[in-house]
């Protein structure tokens, strides 16, 4: 079994910074990509950042040049490092992988439970 466990939420004000974490467990093979994703309330859920294995990491343009994702390959652990927040970041903050177990060789995408970021004007 893969678990995503996700830190680092919290209530901060607007300029503030915060760092999530996600750390994956299991029986991990390997990881094609990691990547961040938000939901606000009575909105759909968006791609905030996307860090794919050997490839470009991408942002929403609502974050570029505020938020900076990062990865430990060695602890299979993804980063969100997000400075000069704004109270429209308010959400709720998924990790997301794509990767295969040693039971499975075709890659399947995980959700982690999500951690709560709350940004005070």
């Known amino acids: 079994q893969v678990q995503l466990v996700e830190s680092g939420g919290g209530l901060v004000q607007a300029g503030g910074s915060l760092r999530l974490s996600c750390a994956a467990s299991?029986?991990?093979?390997?990881?094609?990509?990691m990547a961040w994703y938000r939901q606000a309330p009575g909105k759909q859920r968006e791609l905030v950042a996307h860090?794919?294995?050997?490839?470009?990491?991408t942002y929403a343009d609502s974050v570029k040049d505020r938020f900076t994702i990062s990865r430990d390959n060695a602890k299979n652990t993804v980063y969100l490092q997000m400075n000069s927040l704004k109270p429209e970041d308010t959400a709720v903050y998924y990790c997301?992988?794509?990767?295969?177990?040693?039971?499975?060789?075709?890659?399947?995408?995980?959700w982690g439970q999500g951690t709560q970021v709350t940004v005070s004007s």
């Open positions: 997301n992988a794509v990767l295969r177990t040693v039971a499975n060789l075709l890659p399947r995408e995980y």
């Open positions: 299991g029986s991990i093979r390997s990881i094609n990509s």
């Open positions: 860090n794919p294995s050997g490839g470009t990491t």
